[in-house]
Each structure stands twice: as C-alpha cells, then as structure tokens.
C-alpha cells in the first residue's frame, strides 16, 4: 500500500494547526469562564434586597449584584424614562434596607444600561 507524501504532510499540518489553535480556544474559554464568575461574596443584606425588589418592583424581572455596590437590575420591554423610576424605587427601597452606598443600573436584559442612579450612605 502507497502512502503519497503530500497526504502525509498535508495531514501534519492539519494537525499542528490544531495545536497551534487548541491552546487559544483554551485560554479564551478559561478565562470566559472565569470572567463570568463573581469576585465577590453578596452578603445576606444584598441577596434578600435583590429578591425584595424582583418580588416588590413592578416591570424587575431580576436583579443582581454585579460587585459589591453595584445592582443591575432586569426590566422588561421599558423606556428610558421608566427605567430611571424603576431606578429611583430601588434607590429609594435601599436607603434604609441596605445601609450601604450602591448604583442600580436597569437594563432590558442585554446588561446595556438604560438607566442608573446612585446612592452614597452618610
């Protein structure tokens, strides 16, 4: 049985491609991974608020803490202008739930922010 060389090779060079690449996909899925992945603990404060104002906040879907003062909160199908009220209710639902200083930031489900609003506590 003959073996042409340039089958031979053209398939090493399939697979040093294939070694080349496998190492890129590699690192891009781990550090997707680990980019997805929060660096922080939510305390028990910030868990409750979030389902406090997913359950109390009519048009919030969800709402979750992306840092430590950071809540982005889900809303469905708003504007602008109903955003920034979905906005102010949180803030306002925050002050004293919370006692901490936080930004919520609204958006339709994309996490581009529609609406912010920040609070700092005294």
Known sequence: MQYSSQKLFSCNR????????????????????????????????????????????????????KSPFDLWVEADGVDQAAARNIALDVIFAGKELLQQSFCVHVHNGDFIQIASQCWSYP
């Open 14 to 65: 399939q697979f040093a491609r294939l070694l080349y690449v496998f190492p890129i996909i590699l690192v891009t899925a781990l550090s997707q991974i680990s980019f997805g992945q929060q660096g922080f603990d939510v305390s028990q404060a910030q868990y409750s608020f979030a389902i406090q104002i997913k359950n109390t906040i009519p048009g919030v879907i969800a709402a979750e803490w």
